[in-house]
C-alpha cells in the first residue's frame, strides 16, 4: 500500500494517465455512436470496453475513486452488453455517453491538478438501471456497500488534494469543490447533454504522437545541416591561410550556401510537417455534436464526413473547432428543417449535413453542407437596410454574393425567435474573425430551398507563409502570396467612378480597386502606368495598385505585439533580411475596409 | 519569454522589500522638452538608440511605428506626441526606453534619457497640475535638491488608450 500510494503522487505517471485516458475517450463517443447504427457490432463494443476498463484500472491504482466508481458502473453496463444480456438502444448510449462525459471532466480536473468532488449517486444508479434484473439487484447491494466506501475513500482524496495543493510548486490552492452533478443534470432536462458544453472544453493538445518517419526525416537533414556548417568552416578556414581565393573561393562559397539554404528550407518543411495533424481530431466531435443536437431541435439528420484523414497544423486544428461547430450548428437550426417540412417540400424526412475537408494546393479548405431551407438573399438584403448598414439604392446594385456577405457582419442574425443554440447574432461575425485570425477566410453560397454550402480556407500553417514584397509610396509592404491572384499593368484612364466607388477596367472584368495609399494616409500614387495586384478573398476579387514588384520571400508572421492587436488592414509583421520589420497586408481586412468606405462608413480608428 | 518576465517579477520582489526598508525609490530620470521625468527602474526592460521605425498605418499618431527588438516586433509611443508637444526630429541624445506594462512590452521615445537616481519615497508628492502634461500620468512628483521630477503612471496611460488595449501577451 505504502509504495502503491507513492506511485500514485508521481505527478509523471499520473500525467501518462491523463495522456492515455484523454486519447481513449477521444474515439470512445464516435464508437459508441456507432454502436448505435449497429447494436451487434462486437469489435466496437470490445473496444469501448477496453478503454473503459483500462481508465477504471489506472484510475483505482492511483486512487482516483470516484473515477473508479463511474467507470466501474459503466463497465458493467457495456459488460452486460457484451454477454447479449441487453441491446444497446439509446437510452444505453445516451446514459453511457452521459458517463463518459464526467469521466472527461475528472479527467481534465486531474489534468489541472484540481479535484472537485462530485455527487455521483443519479449518475450510477442511473446506469445500474440499465443492468438486467438478476445481476440489477446484486449490483444494488453492492452500489450501497460501494457508495459506503467511496464516501470515506472521497474524504480521503480531498485530503490528499489539499496535501497536493499544499505542495505544488506554484503556490496557489487547487481548487477544492463540491460540484453537484444532479443539480446540472436537472437543469437540463431530457437525456442528451447539451451539445456546446461538451464541445466547448476544448482541450488544448499539450502532447501529440508525431510519426516515427517524420522525426527520422528531422534527424536527417539536422545532420546535413552540421555537414553544411562544417563546409563553410572549412572554406572560411582555407580563405583566411589564403589557400583559396578570388573566383574559386566565390564559386565554392556559392556552392555551400546553395546546398546550405536548400537543407535549410527541407529542414523547415519537415519541422512544420510534424506540427501536422489529421483535421480527424476536430471532425470526429460531430457525430455526437449532431446527435444530441438533431435530438433537442426534434430533426433527423445524417451526417456525412469525408477527407478526416486530411493533415493540418496542430494549433489550425485546435483553432477551427470553434467556428466549425459554430457553423454545424447553424446547419442543423436554420438549415434542415423539420421532418414533416421537409416531407412537405419533397424532400427525405433525414436531412443531410456533409462536412468536408480537402488539400487544395498550399490551403486546405473545409466545407460544409446541409440539404436544408438555404438563405433568402431578398430577407438579407431587407435586413441589412434595417440595420442601416446599407442603402435601399445600393443594395439594387449588389450582386447576391455581396449580399449574402452580410450575414457576417457583427450584430447581424436574421432568425426571428432567440434559442439557445443559435441566433443570437453572435456568431457568423466570430467565424469570420477566427478565420481571419488564422490568415484564412470563409464565404458562403446558398439556393433557397436546396441549402447552403459554407466554404472555409486555410493556409497549412500558420508560422511560415510566402509573401510578395510590393512598394508603395515609399513604403514596403508584404502580401500574402496566397491571396494574390495575378499582376497585371493597367493604365490610370482604366479607373471609373460607379456610385462613388472606384473600380478598375482590365479586358472585360471590373474589378473594385483600392488605393491602398490613401487607406494608410500614403501620398497618393500619380503613375500613369499602374502595376496592379488582383487579390482574392474567398470568391471575391480586389485590384491594388502598387508603384514596384520587389520579390517573393518567405517569411516568419510576427504579431504586432500585444497592444496592437488590431490594426485594420494589417495582418501581422515579419523582419526582413536587414533587421527591419515589414508590414504584412490583411487581404480580408482591406476589403473590409473598402466596402466600409463604400457604403460611407469608412473611418480611421483612433 | 516565460523566464524573461519571471526574473524581473522575481526581482521585484526582492528590490521593493529593500527599498520598502530603505524607504529609497530607483528612478530612471529622462527628459521631454524642458521637463524631467522619472520611471521607477523596475518597469524599464532597457534603452535603446533609436532605430529603423516601421510606421504602422491608421494608428493615432503617437504610435510611431514598431520595431524589430531583437526578433520581437514592439510598438514605440512618442511621449512628446502623446503629450501634445511639439514634434521634434531624432538626434543623438533621442532613446527608446522599453517597458512592460501589464504584460506588453512597449517602447517609449524621449528625448534624452539622464541618469538612474534614488530618492526618499517621503519626498514623492502628489501631483500638481502642470502645464500640457495630463495630471492623469503623472504618479507623483520627485524632489532631488533644486530639481522637480514627474514620476509617470504607465499604467494609467496604457489603459487611458483605446487603441492600445493591452491584454496579457499570450505566451
Not at chain 1, 11 to 35: K, W
Not at chain 1, 93 to 103: G, H, N, P, V
Not at chain 1, 233 to 259: C, K, M, P, T, Y
Not at chain 2, 88 to 112: A, C, H, M, P, W
Request: hydrophobic share 45%; proline share 4%; aromatic share 4%.
Amino acid at each position: 500500500m505504502t509504495m502503491n500510494d507513492e506511485l500514485a503522487n508521481d505527478p509523471t505517471l499520473i500525467q501518462e494517465f491523463v495522456n492515455e485516458a484523454q486519447e481513449g475517450l477521444q474515439h470512445l463517443d464516435e464508437d459508441l455512436l456507432s454502436l448505435e447504427q449497429a447494436p451487434d457490432a462486437m469489435e466496437m463494443l470490445d473496444r469501448i470496453f477496453r478503454t473503459v476498463h483500462t481508465i477504471k484500472g489506472t484510475a483505482g491504482f492511483l486512487g482516483f475513486d470516484q473515477l473508479v466508481a463511474v467507470s466501474h458502473a459503466a463497465e458493467d453496463v457495456l459488460n452486460s452488453l457484451r454477454k447479449g444480456e441487453s441491446v444497446a438502444g439509446s437510452e444505453h448510449i445516451d446514459t453511457l455517453l452521459a458517463a463518459f462525459d464526467r469521466i472527461r471532466v475528472m479527467i481534465n480536473d486531474i489534468a489541472h491538478n484540481a479535484i472537485v468532488v462530485y455527487d455521483l449517486d443519479e449518475l450510477v444508479v442511473r446506469l445500474r438501471s440499465l443492468l438486467p434484473e438478476t445481476s440489477g439487484a446484486e449490483g444494488g447491494a453492492q452500489s450501497a456497500q460501494e457508495m459506503l466506501d467511496a464516501a470515506v475513500r472521497a474524504a480521503n482524496a480531498r485530503a490528499a488534494a489539499e496535501a497536493l495543493s499544499a505542495e505544488s510548486a506554484s503556490g496557489e490552492a487547487a481548487p477544492v469543490e463540491t460540484a453537484s452533478a444532479t443539480e446540472e443534470s436537472s437543469a437540463v432536462p431530457a437525456g442528451p447533454a447539451p451539445a456546446g458544453r461538451v464541445v466547448a472544453a476544448t482541450e488544448r493538445i499539450t502532447n501529440m504522437r508525431v510519426d516515427v518517419v517524420k522525426l527520422d526525416e528531422l534527424v536527417n537533414l539536422v545532420g546535413e545541416l552540421v555537414l553544411q556548417r562544417n563546409r563553410l568552416a572549412e572554406l572560411n578556414r582555407q580563405h583566411v591561410e589564403g589557400r583559396l581565393h578570388g573566383s574559386d573561393f566565390d564559386d565554392a562559397l556559392g556552392d555551400a550556401i546553395a546546398r546550405l539554404s536548400f537543407v535549410a528550407d527541407e529542414l523547415q518543411g519537415a519541422s512544420l510537417r510534424t506540427r501536422m495533424i489529421p483535421i480527424d481530431n476536430v471532425f470526429r466531435r460531430f457525430p455526437r455534436v449532431v446527435r444530441d443536437l438533431a435530438h433537442s431541435l426534434g430533426k433527423q439528420v445524417k451526417l456525412v464526413i469525408r477527407g478526416a484523414e486530411t493533415e493540418l497544423d496542430k494549433t489550425m486544428v485546435e483553432q477551427i473547432a470553434d467556428p466549425l461547430v459554430h457553423l454545424v450548428r447553424n446547419a442543423l437550426d436554420h438549415g434542415v428543417e423539420l421532418p414533416a417540412v421537409r416531407e412537405a417540400r419533397g424532400k427525405p424526412a433525414e436531412g443531410t449535413v456533409t462536412l468536408e475537408a480537402l488539400q487544395k494546393g498550399d490551403h486546405i479548405v473545409v466545407v460544409i453542407t446541409d440539404d436544408g431551407n438555404g438563405i433568402d438573399p431578398e430577407r438579407i438584403g431587407k435586413k441589412a437596410v434595417e440595420k442601416g448598414l446599407v442603402t435601399a439604392d445600393r443594395l439594387r446594385s449588389m450582386s447576391t454574393h455581396e449580399i449574402m456577405d452580410f450575414i457576417f457582419l457583427p450584430g447581424f442574425s436574421t432568425a426571428e425567435k432567440v434559442n439557445n443554440v443559435s441566433g443570437r447574432g453572435v456568431g457568423m461575425d466570430v467565424v469570420r474573425t477566427n478565420l481571419k485570425s488564422l490568415n484564412g477566410s470563409v464565404t458562403v453560397e446558398s439556393h433557397l430551398g436546396l441549402g447552403s454550402t459554407f466554404t472555409l480556407q486555410l493556409p497549412l500553417t500558420l508560422a511560415v507563409i510566402p509573401v510578395l514584397l510590393v512598394r508603395i509610396s515609399q513604403e514596403t509592404y508584404a502580401l500574402p502570396l496566397h491571396s494574390v491572384v495575378e499582376t497585371v499593368h493597367a493604365l490610370r484612364r482604366d479607373l471609373h467612378d460607379v456610385d462613388g466607388s472606384e473600380v478598375l477596367r482590365i479586358g472585360q472584368r471590373v474589378l473594385p480597386f483600392c488605393r491602398l495609399e490613401r487607406l494608410f494616409g500614403l501620398p497618393d500614387s500619380t503613375n500613369d502606368l499602374m502595376r496592379v495586384v488582383i487579390l482574392g478573398i474567398g470568391e471575391q476579387r480586389i485590384a491594388l495598385a502598387v508603384d514596384q514588384f520587389l520579390g517573393q520571400e518567405q517569411t516568419v508572421i510576427k504579431s504586432l505585439g500585444s497592444c496592437l492587436r488590431r490594426v485594420p488592414g494589417i495582418a501581422g509583421a515579419t523582419i526582413s533580411g536587414d533587421g527591419r520589420v515589414r508590414l504584412i497586408v490583411d487581404p480580408a481586412g482591406l476589403l473590409g475596409l473598402v466596402q466600409n468606405r463604400h457604403l460611407g462608413k469608412f473611418e480611421v480608428a483612433v | 519569454m516565460n523566464t524573461a518576465a519571471n526574473t524581473p517579477q522575481s526581482m521585484q520582489r526582492v528590490v521593493l522589500e529593500a527599498s520598502a526598508q530603505t524607504g529609497l525609490l530607483q528612478i530612471v530620470s529622462f527628459r521631454i522638452g524642458a521637463e524631467e521625468f522619472g520611471l521607477e527602474i523596475l518597469k524599464v526592460q532597457e534603452i535603446i538608440r533609436v532605430q529603423d521605425l516601421t510606421r504602422v498605418p491608421n494608428l493615432p499618431d503617437f504610435v510611431e511605428g514598431v520595431i524589430n527588438l531583437r526578433g520581437k516586433v514592439i510598438p514605440v509611443i512618442g511621449l512628446r506626441r502623446w503629450f501634445g508637444l511639439d514634434q521634434q526630429s531624432y538626434d543623438k541624445n533621442t532613446r527608446i526606453i522599453v517597458v512592460e506594462v501589464s504584460g506588453s512590452v512597449l517602447g517609449f521615445i524621449v528625448d534624452s534619457v539622464s541618469e538612474v537616481l534614488r530618492i526618499p519615497a517621503d519626498t514623492v508628492e502628489p501631483p500638481p497640475r502642470i502645464g500640457k502634461v495630463e495630471r492623469d500620468y503623472i504618479a507623483g512628483v520627485g524632489r532631488l535638491d533644486d530639481r522637480l521630477l514627474l514620476l509617470l503612471n504607465l499604467d494609467r496611460l496604457m489603459t487611458s488608450s483605446e487603441v492600445l488595449q493591452c491584454e496579457p501577451a499570450e505566451a
